[in-house]
T-cell receptor, first 109, second 112 residues
Framework: QKEVEQNSGPLSVPEGAIASLNCTYS??????FFWYRQYSGKSPELIMS????GDKEDGRFTAQLNKASQYVSLLIRDSQPSDSATYLC?????????FGSGTRLLVRP | GAVVSQHPSRVICKSGTSVKIECRSL??????MFWYRQFPKKSLMLMAT?????????EQGVEKDKFLINHASLTLSTLTVTSAHPEDSSFYIC????????FGPGTRLTVL
């Protein structure tokens, strides 16, 4: 059973802080990794994709991938209350996405 | 990112009726679309992979006769929930794949 594991949270950070979200996966053959943001009652929105080891930055978001450790993370700098949402880690496995259960992030004003 | 639409956004129906949900890729052609279901406070569960011009591939435990999928064109896939029951009430979300997967806004189904 291919799995993606995330801490369910909630992860609570003050406004302006760095939020760090983590994800581990079981399928060593996976090559593509994604972070989605989902607000309550809405569908997931793609934030970042990462395909190779190392860091990938896009604005306030940085995705980090370590295939040897089977570990993906998402850093959100200068967190804003509007970042409060559930963040889903997804791993491409045989052309399908396997989702983690999500980490709920709360950014306190 | 690419745009995926769904219709309707919300539907309420009586037990025993059938409900059709449409999923469209608006600015790209998608040979493959995906249908997910999400219960409250739970993660996305992949129901089936919809392939243009061929039969859908269903995940284990998903009844193909109950959840009918038709992918008749490169921009449209439909999911029909047949003989819906209250336990089918859920948030149904489709996605289409370009390089990454983009999700539609979802359809909230309530079966009375």
């Amino acid at each position: 059973q291919k799995e993606v594991e995330q801490n369910s949270g909630p992860l609570s950070v003050p406004e302006g802080a760095i939020a760090s979200l983590n994800c581990t996966y079981s399928d060593r053959g996976s090559q593509s990794f994604f972070w989605y943001r989902q607000y309550s009652g809405k569908s997931p929105e793609l934030i970042m994709s990462i395909y190779s080891n190392g860091d990938k930055e896009d604005g306030r978001f940085t995705a980090q991938l370590n295939k040897a450790s089977q570990y993906v993370s998402l850093l959100i700098r200068d967190s804003q209350p509007s970042d409060s949402a559930t963040y889903l880690c997804a791993v491409d496995s045989s052309y399908k996405l396997i989702f983690g259960s999500g980490t709920r992030l709360l950014v306190r004003p | 990112g690419a745009v995926v639409s769904q219709h309707p956004s919300r539907v309420i129906c009586k037990s025993g009726t059938s409900v059709k949900i449409e999923c469209r890729s608006l600015d790209f052609q998608a040979t493959t679309m995906f249908w997910y279901r999400q219960f409250p406070k739970k993660s996305l569960m992949l129901m089936a992979t919809s392939n243009e011009g061929s039969k859908a591939t269903y995940e284990q435990g998903v009844e193909k006769d109950k959840f009918l999928i038709n992918h008749a064109s490169l921009t449209l896939s439909t999911l029909t929930v047949t003989s819906a029951h209250p336990e089918d009430s859920s948030f149904y979300i489709c996605s289409a794949r370009l390089v990454e997967q983009f999700f539609g806004p979802g359809t909230r189904l309530t079966v009375l």
